[in-house]
């Protein structure tokens, strides 16, 4: 599995984003797809799951009510609607393909990350 993610940029406190992780390759090869992020000098952190063919996502109590997950599975595209943005919700965000359920999510495949600036 293969994964582009897209969508980053510098935006200001308050602000909006969505972030784009389009997987190609043996997408079959995988039950459900992540976002991750990783500040600087920080461990990577689990954002949002979704599984691809069930009605199911889970998040990270630091993103909930603020980010939503969602899926085109005609495109193989998943993405990370951000609002209410924050700068301490400024690092690389990573997407991931792996098993599991949203909840328990064992993440296998990485795309190459996107930088989300946010500016206070």
């Known amino acids: 599995v293969q994964l582009q993610a897209s969508g980053g940029g510098l935006v200001q406190s308050g602000g909006s984003l969505r972030l784009s992780c389009a997987a190609s390759g043996r997408t079959f090869s995988s039950d459900v797809m992540g976002w991750f992020r990783q500040a600087p000098g920080k461990g990577r952190e689990f954002l949002a799951a979704?599984?691809?063919?069930?009605?199911?996502?889970s998040y990270a109590d630091s993103v909930k009510g603020r980010f939503t997950i969602s899926r085109d599975n005609a495109k193989n595209t998943v993405y990370l609607q951000m609002n209410s943005l924050k700068p301490e919700d400024t690092a690389v965000y990573y997407c991931a393909a792996g098993f599991g359920s949203p909840a328990a999510f064992s993440p296998r495949f990485w795309g190459q990350g996107t930088q989300v600036t946010v500016s206070s």
């Open positions: 979704i599984h691809w063919s069930a009605d199911s996502s």
